[in-house]
């Protein structure tokens, strides 16, 4: 089975030796808990001198309050003493499959992967066969691209989705006899995590082969409703900005090689991916909301009528307990919070379809108005609530979107705006756990 026409590739997985503290080694993907720097204090102190994945990552709650460059070498040189001193070895080439419990009691499933960079692109309009499912904000690429060009190991948090209603690719390895490579519990609520090695090379050619009848044009187009369409494979689910940095770093490799030919070898060709199917039952899709630092409801509410007014589209600001008109035209509607008190914010007759996609439109020209405006994205209703009570803050609540129709969305409409939907609350992300290195 040709692995390349479904940009497949079998990793050489790294994992820390026998007596490793796994509970301490594995810890939840960097871009998560942004504005709670106590959560990483809190697993600083658990890691303590313990081999980690912490010392291997830039959690993004340090961006803003670290030397960058300082950061990142010692980053690099965990990662060679990692090597160096065996504390990371080889288990095996293959896939590794994984069984996720969360804490609230859903069983994820998916398949660690390597996918092919060649059939990716992130760009607005992409036709390629694997895709973003999210606007790609290219000023938040180049300090990924730094770390990634400094290292010698790559630890994967993206998760990329594919369509298998039948559940015909990933499903049936469960019912296989494969070598438990671990089982342990992940720290700060992130509840239970059971890999498995997958490396017959009969078994990788049936995972293959499914994907290939999910990538075959005439069931594609079929499915979807749609003609002369290329087809979408892998949908990228959480770490759209990972994956295009993994992809940026690729083309600077394959631009300095002298050898254009040896340079297709390269392992940054590759990405270390899990492969979720999107009709996984312990799969949920979560809203992200927004919180403002910095700002005053009244500026805000202003500001916005002031967007959306040349768009024929009316904004009504509802107090708390004020029962919503009944409308004729298409409405939407996001609650906000606020210290002064919480409410709903109606528009009316949209030009965008959903309402992160109208929210994000304003958010976008506010934000970069008024530079001393924060934003953030946010997990969780609770955290929503409280950041939004502090003070000059300003949250707002999305609703969620439907997770079977995020394949269709994205073929017919393209990327949805960035922070569309989350994969799940921030402790059911994604940990890190096995590894791959990325130089030859």
Same mark, same amino acid.
């Given at each position: 089975m040709n692995l390349e026409n479904v940009a497949l590739h079998v990793p050489r997985i790294l994992l820390p030796r026998p007596g490793t503290d796994l509970t301490r080694w594995s810890v939840v993907a960097c871009d998560q808990f942004t504005s709670q720097p106590d959560y990483w204090q809190q697993v600083d102190e658990l890691v303590g001198s313990s081999p980690s994945t912490l010392r291997l990552t830039f959690p993004e709650a340090y961006l803003n309050s670290v030397d960058e460059d300082e950061y990142l070498s010692r980053i690099a040189a965990d990662m060679e003493r990692y090597l160096d001193q065996g504390i990371l070895s080889p288990v095996g080439d293959g896939f590794v499959l994984v069984e996720r419990?969360? $804490?609230?009691?859903?069983?994820?499933?998916?398949?660690?992967?390597?996918?092919?960079?060649?059939?990716?692109? +992130?760009?607005?309009?992409?036709? *390629?066969?694997?895709?973003?499912?999210?606007?790609?904000?290219?000023?938040?690429?180049?300090?990924?691209?730094?770390?990634?060009?400094?290292?010698?190991?790559?630890?994967?948090?993206?998760?990329?989705?594919?369509?298998?209603?039948?559940?015909?690719?990933?499903?049936?390895?469960?019912?296989?006899?494969?070598?438990?490579?671990?089982? +342990?519990?992940?720290?700060? =609520?992130?509840?239970?995590?059971?890999?498995?090695?997958?490396?017959?090379?009969?078994?990788? $050619?049936?995972? /293959?082969?499914?994907?290939?009848?999910? $990538?075959?044009?005439?069931?594609? *187009?079929?499915?979807?409703g749609v003609r002369d369409t290329e087809v979408l494979l892998y949908a990228v689910g959480d770490g759209n900005h990972s994956l295009a940095s993994a992809k940026l770093f690729w083309e600077q490799v394959k631009a300095g090689a002298a050898d254009k030919a040896a340079v297709m070898s390269?392992?940054?060709?590759?990405?270390?991916? @899990?492969?979720? =199917?999107?009709?996984?039952?312990?799969?949920?899709?979560?809203?992200?909301?927004?919180?403002?630092?910095?700002?005053?409801?009244?500026?805000?509410?202003?500001?916005?009528?002031?967007?959306?007014?040349?768009?024929?589209?009316?904004?009504?600001?509802? /107090? @708390?307990? @004020?029962?919503?008109?009944?409308?004729?035209?298409?409405?939407?509607?996001?609650?906000?919070?606020?210290? @002064?008190?919480?409410?709903?914010?109606?528009?009316? =007759?949209?030009?965008? =379809?959903?309402?992160?996609?109208s929210l994000q439109a304003f958010l976008d020209v506010f934000c970069a108005d008024n530079p001393g405006v924060e934003i953030d994205y946010i997990h969780g209703d609770d955290v929503l609530r409280d950041l939004s009570s502090r003070p000059s803050a300003m949250g707002f609540g999305l609703p969620v979107i439907s997770k079977h129709d995020l394949f269709k969305t994205i073929i017919l409409e393209g990327v949805l705006p960035r922070k569309a939907f989350s994969m799940g609350h921030a402790d059911e992300k994604r940990y890190y756990v096995e590894c791959r290195k990325i130089i030859p």
């Open positions: 419990t969360t $804490a609230r009691g859903a069983l994820r499933r998916g398949l660690v992967v390597c996918l092919d960079l060649e059939h990716y692109d +992130f760009r607005q309009g992409s036709t *390629s066969l694997i895709r973003a499912t999210e606007g790609t904000v290219v000023e938040r690429l180049p300090v990924r691209v730094r770390i990634r060009s400094r290292a010698s190991v790559e630890l994967p948090h993206i998760m990329v989705l594919i369509d298998d209603p039948e559940m015909t690719v990933i499903e049936p390895l469960f019912g296989q006899r494969l070598a438990k490579l671990y089982d +342990f519990g992940l720290m700060m =609520n992130g509840g239970r995590i059971r890999g498995y090695l997958v490396d017959e090379q009969k078994t990788i $050619a049936s995972v /293959a082969r499914g994907l290939a009848r999910l $990538a075959d044009p005439a069931r594609f *187009s079929d499915r979807y390269h392992p940054a060709r590759y990405a270390l991916v @899990e492969l979720v =199917n999107v009709h996984d039952r312990g799969l949920e899709f979560e809203p992200i909301h927004r919180v403002l630092f910095h700002v005053t409801p009244g500026r805000l509410f202003s500001a916005m009528e002031d967007f959306f007014a040349p768009k024929d589209c009316e904004v009504s600001v509802l /107090a @708390e307990g @004020e029962p919503l008109p009944l409308e004729e035209k298409h409405t939407q509607v996001i609650d906000y919070f606020s210290p @002064e008190g919480k409410g709903r914010i109606v528009l009316r =007759n949209p030009r965008w =379809n959903l309402e992160v996609g």
